[in-house]
Nanobody
Framework: QVQLVESGGGSVQAGGSLRLSCAASERTFSSYAMGWFRQAPGKEREFVATISWNGASTYYRDSVKGRFTISRDNAKNTVYLQMNNLKPEDTAVYYC?????????????????WGQGTQVTVSS
């Protein structure tokens, strides 16, 4: 069972930056694709970004392209989400997830393990 722990959330003003981290409990992390999802109050959880097991492939939802960057450090069992130029509509609980399939994927149902989430609040 892989445990995922997110950190780095907080409150910022519009235009600010945050860097989320997600640490995995197992060394098999390096074979998993990783994803970031978010859920705003009253809305369904949505895909944000994903990265393949080796970092070669990344995908983003359109609204964060050019502002968010997903990366990973397999030596540290950690995936990151650098968020720049944050907007109030980015306010949500952000979750990281791991997929044993290894390929970067947008599909929420293809992820096997989930973290507890970290709150990101962006004020205007």
């Amino acid at each position: 069972q892989v445990q995922l722990v997110e950190s780095g959330g907080g409150s910022v003003q519009a235009g600010g930056s945050l860097r989320l981290s997600c640490a995995a409990s197992e060394r098999t992390f390096s074979s998993y694709a990783m994803g970031w999802f978010r859920q705003a109050p009253g809305k369904e959880r949505e895909f944000v970004a994903t990265i393949s097991w080796n970092g070669a492939s990344t995908y983003y939802r359109d609204s964060v392209k050019g502002r968010f960057t997903i990366s990973r450090d397999n030596a540290k069992n950690t995936v990151y989400l650098q968020m720049n130029n944050l907007k109030p509509e980015d306010t949500a609980v952000y979750y990281c997830a791991a997929s044993r399939r290894g390929l970067a994927t947008r599909g929420e149902n293809l992820y096997d393990y989930w973290g507890q989430g970290t709150q990101v609040t962006v004020s205007s």
